[in-house]
């Protein structure tokens, strides 16, 4: 027993560092696709075309001097980054490994209660740091990932009512002759624009609306607290990728293909920041409620009827 748990330790510890690898060689593909898109070069000096450029980033933020707030409410302040980061590094667990790792039963039910509990986090670092602007972007972050959370909760559970199952290795099984996404077309790009306001990720980064809030609920962090909101932000981006190709694009394989896969849906997050402009805030809420959750609402009766009509 002592030894599976080392294992199973070791395991995620290999994993932590491996998505952590990732989200810096993300962020130097984002600014380097940014750059191309925006007619320019992007980072080129740091290491061999600009690949150790993320690795400094990393080394200057954690180094630089960290902000004490005099009015701020210190310990809300100081560990809502830690909690944020930690909660997006736990939903990866939730991968169905086959082998050495935690494979839960429930994994989506894990997945529902790490992204609410998100919401605490932005919620508290806007909040705690005293300041106007970042309780407004707090607010609006807030108010923004609550709405797609219903959508988003509600276009999964179609997906676990095709499946009748929590387990995401299941849904290998059931796409082994034809993908979810063409069988839930409208739902899959539902699913996929709700990912990217999930996210706070153009052109829905209310939360970080600089013409109106300077920066929004991040404003007052600097250095490594800054850094830890960053890195959440990102892996939650990568993961996001990861469950739609596991849900709609043919499930968890240990593949070349599934891993192009999740770089493409990736490199989309970060297509879609360099070519759509930021929409109006009403328009967002307008989108969620009055188009999205009908919409969802409708596909689930569908496919809870087709459901009991084959059974």
Partial sequence: MIYDYLNILIGMLILIVG?????????????????????????????????????????????????????????????????????????????????????????????????????????????????????????????????????????????????????????????????FIFLMMPLSFCMLVSSLAETNRTPFDFAEGESELVSGFNVEYSSGGFALIFLAEYTSIMFMSLLFSIIYLGGYELSLIFYLKLVFLSFFFIWVRGTLPRYRYDKLMYLCWKIYLPISLNFLLLFIGLKIYLI
């Fill in 19 to 179: 998505v952590l690898i990732g989200v810096a060689f993300l962020t130097l593909l984002e600014r380097k696709v940014l750059g191309y898109i925006q007619i320019r070069k992007g980072p080129n000096k740091v290491g061999y075309m600009g690949l150790l450029q993320s690795f400094s980033d990393a080394i200057k933020l954690f180094s630089k001097e960290q902000m004490y707030l005099n009015y701020s409410n210190y310990f809300s302040y100081y560990f809502s980054p830690i909690i944020s980061f930690i909660l997006s590094l736990m939903a990866w667990l939730m991968i169905p490994y086959y082998f050495n790792m935690i494979s839960f039963n429930l994994g989506l039910l894990f997945f529902f209660c790490c992204t609410s509990m998100g919401v605490y986090t932005i919620m508290i670092a806007g909040w705690s740091s005293n300041s106007n602007y970042s309780l407004l972007g707090g607010l609006r972050s807030v108010a923004q990932t609550i709405s797609y959370e219903v959508s988003l909760s509600l276009i999964l559970l179609s997906c676990i009512v095709m499946v009748m199952d929590f387990n995401l290795i299941k849904f290998n099984y059931f796409q082994s002759l034809m993908w």
